[in-house]
């Protein structure tokens, strides 16, 4: 009977492992000249609102935000935190008028204040091409 109990215990405890690994987050980051140049001096100048958004659309992969059957664009919300650039892109579909993000693809791409890339951060969300 003991040996029964421990047995079942030891199958709820290698599943219960086991769907935690499974839904464990993966960080994946684009590297490289192409998705996260630091290319630009500390002395250049500071990136306004509109162009720190213009530049993390350019280090996304190409046809991200670009017209497709399944996307319209890409709305992005940027913010400057301590110094540095938070740039959220979400890849839409137009539902009349009204800009539909369900099951689309997102990215984050993190810049200094003057552009050089920190982080870019592909979304994992079911249905995201990336």
């Known amino acids: 009977m003991r040996a029964v109990a421990c047995g079942r215990i030891a199958i709820v405890v290698s599943w219960s492992v086991a769907t935690l690994a499974g839904a464990a987050p993966v960080e994946v980051y684009r590297e490289g000249p192409e998705f996260c140049p630091r290319d630009r001096p500390a002395t250049a100048a500071r990136l306004t609102p509109p162009q720190a958004i213009e530049r993390a659309r350019s280090l996304v992969p190409k046809g991200f935000c670009s017209l497709s059957r399944f996307v319209a ?43 050089n890339c920190l982080a870019n951060i592909p979304g994992t969300e079911p249905g995201s091409r990336e």
Not at 75 to 93: K, N, P, S, V
Request: hydrophobic share 30%; with cysteine; glycine share 16%.
């Open 73 to 115: 664009g890409c709305d992005a919300d940027g913010e400057l935190i301590d110094g540095t650039w938070r740039i959220f892109l979400q890849q839409y579909q137009l539902r009349g008028y009204r800009h539909d993000p369900r099951g689309l693809g997102h990215t984050y791409v993190i810049l200094d204040s003057v552009g």
